[in-house]
C-alpha cells in the first residue's frame, strides 16, 4: 500500500515539475525548442560568431558628423548689437585729428548700440551689426580718407556674446567662450571652458545648434577626429556624466547591475564581474545577451525581418556557447553597451536537482508509510 502511495506522489510530482522555482526560462524555450512560434517571435535569435562580433563593435551611433555638415571650418563672424569695440586710428602727421606729439594713434571703445550703430569722431553713426570686422574697418578708414592725415584704421572686438558658445555643465569654467575669426572646434571649447570634471569614457557631449541636437561620447572625438566638428556662434555645448551598466540574472554567482569601469568591457569581463558561471546550475550552452539594436545593425546579424515596434530599435538575443572553447574567444571580442541584460540559463539537471530536493521529504514519509503497513500487516 505504502509503494502505491509512493508511485501516486512520484507521478503527481513529475507532472508538476514544470512549475518549479526558476530564475528565468530555459535555454530551450529561448532558442525554440519549447517555443513554437518563435518563428514568429517579436525577437531576432543571433548566434554570436566571428562576423557578428566585428558588426556590433564597430557600430558607432549617429553623431556629430552626422547631423553638422562641416562645409568649412571657419565660421562667419559678423558684428553685433551690444558688441564692445576697439577702434584704433593712426596717422602719419603729428598734427592731425587723432595723432600729436606724443602720439600718432587714438583708441576708441564704443559698444554697437540697439540701431546697431557705432559712433567714431568726424566720421559720426557707422553701421556696425551684420559687418565683418575688416568690413567696418574699410568703411571707417574711407570715410577718415579726406579728414585725416593718410589714416590707417584697427578694428578689435573686445566682446561679443552674439559671438559665442555656451558650455554648460561638467566643465570647470562654465559660460560663454568666444568664438574666434579662425575658428574653434568641440574639444577646443571644452579645454577653454576649463576641461571636464568626470572620468573621460563616462563623459558626453551635447552640441545643439538652432533646433538640431546631437549627442557623442567624448572619447569619440578623440578617436573620429570627423566628430571634433567646429561651434558656431549661437551654438550650446552641455558636458555631462553618462556612466553605463548592464544588469546580470540567471545561474552566475552575483546577480546585480554592473557600472562600466572603462570605456570597453567586454561580454568575457561582464561574465567575470559576475562570478562567472554557478558550477551547481549553470548550462555554459545557455548564455544570452538581451539587447535592442539599430535595425541598420539588425539586418546585419539576423537573417530574419523583424519590424522594430518604433521603428528604429530591433530586439535582440545573442547566444553563446561556451561549452565550445571557441565561445570565450568570442566572449572576449564582443562588447557590452549600455543598459545591456546578460542572462544565464539554467542547467536542466539542475532542475531535476531542485525536483529531487522537493521529492525527498515525500519519499521518506511514503518508505515510512510502507514500512508501517509492512509491519503492522504481519
Known amino acids: 500500500m505504502g509503494w502505491k502511495l509512493l508511485a501516486v506522489v512520484l507521478a503527481a510530482s513529475v507532472a508538476g515539475c514544470g512549475g518549479l522555482p526558476a530564475s528565468g526560462p530555459p535555454a530551450r524555450a529561448i532558442v525554440g525548442d519549447e517555443n513554437p512560434n518563435a518563428a514568429k517571435a517579436p525577437y531576432a535569435v543571433v548566434a554570436i560568431d566571428a562576423k557578428v562580433t566585428n558588426v556590433t563593435s564597430n557600430y558607432r551611433a549617429p553623431s556629430f558628423s552626422t ?18 569695440l576697439q577702434v584704433s586710428i593712426f596717422e602719419a602727421g603729428a598734427e592731425g585729428l587723432f595723432s600729436s606729439s606724443n602720439s ?16 567714431v569722431p568726424y566720421v559720426g553713426a557707422v553701421t556696425a551689426a551684420n559687418r565683418s570686422v575688416s568690413d567696418l574697418r574699410a568703411t571707417i578708414q574711407r570715410s577718415l580718407e579726406d579728414k585725416a592725415i593718410q589714416p590707417q584704421v584697427q578694428v578689435m572686438v573686445l566682446e561679443s556674446l552674439a559671438n559665442s558658445v555656451t558650455v554648460l555643465g561638467d566643465v570647470g569654467k562654465p559660460g560663454q567662450v568666444p568664438v574666434a ?20 569614457f563616462e563623459t558626453r557631449v551635447i552640441l545643439r545648434r538652432g533646433n538640431q541636437v546631437a549627442t557623442a561620447p567624448l572619447e ?6 570627423e566628430e571634433n566638428v567646429p561651434v558656431r556662434p549661437g551654438d550650446t555645448v552641455l558636458v555631462t556624466n553618462a556612466s553605463r551598466s548592464f544588469t546580470v540574472f540567471g545561474a552566475t554567482l552575483n546577480r546585480s547591475e554592473y557600472k562600466f569601469d572603462s570605456r570597453r568591457v567586454t561580454l568575457a569581463e561582464g561574465i567575470a564581474r559576475a562570478g562567472g558561471l554557478n558550477d551547481s546550475l549553470a548550462d555554459a550552452r545557455g548564455v544570452f545577451l538581451f539587447r535592442f539594436e539599430p535595425d541598420s545593425i539588425a539586418k546585419q546579424v539576423s537573417e530574419r525581418a523583424i519590424t522594430a515596434p518604433d521603428g528604429t530599435m530591433v530586439p535582440v538575443i545573442y547566444t553563446l556557447n561556451l561549452r565550445d572553447p571557441n565561445g570565450y574567444f568570442l566572449a572576449q ?14 542547467h536542466p539537471s539542475a532542475e531535476l536537482g531542485k525536483f529531487l530536493q522537493i521529492l525527498s521529504p515525500l519519499i521518506n514519509t511514503a518508505t515510512t508509510v510502507a514500512t508501517l503497513t509492512t509491519r503492522f500487516s504481519k
Open 104 to 119: 600718432k594713434a587714438t583708441q576708441i571703445e564704443t559698444v554697437v548700440d540697439d540701431q546697431g550703430q557705432i559712433f
Open 181 to 200: 575669426i579662425s575658428g574653434v572646434r568641440v574639444l577646443d571649447l571644452i579645454a577653454a571652458a576649463g576641461g571636464t570634471r568626470d572620468k573621460t
Open 67 to 84: 547631423f553638422f555638415k562641416v562645409t568649412k571650418a571657419r565660421p562667419d563672424i559678423r558684428l553685433a548689437v551690444g558688441d564692445r
Open 333 to 346: 571580442m564582443f562588447d557590452l553597451r549600455d543598459e545591456d541584460m546578460l542572462y544565464v540559463a539554467n
Open 220 to 225: 569619440d572625438l578623440f578617436d573620429h577626429p
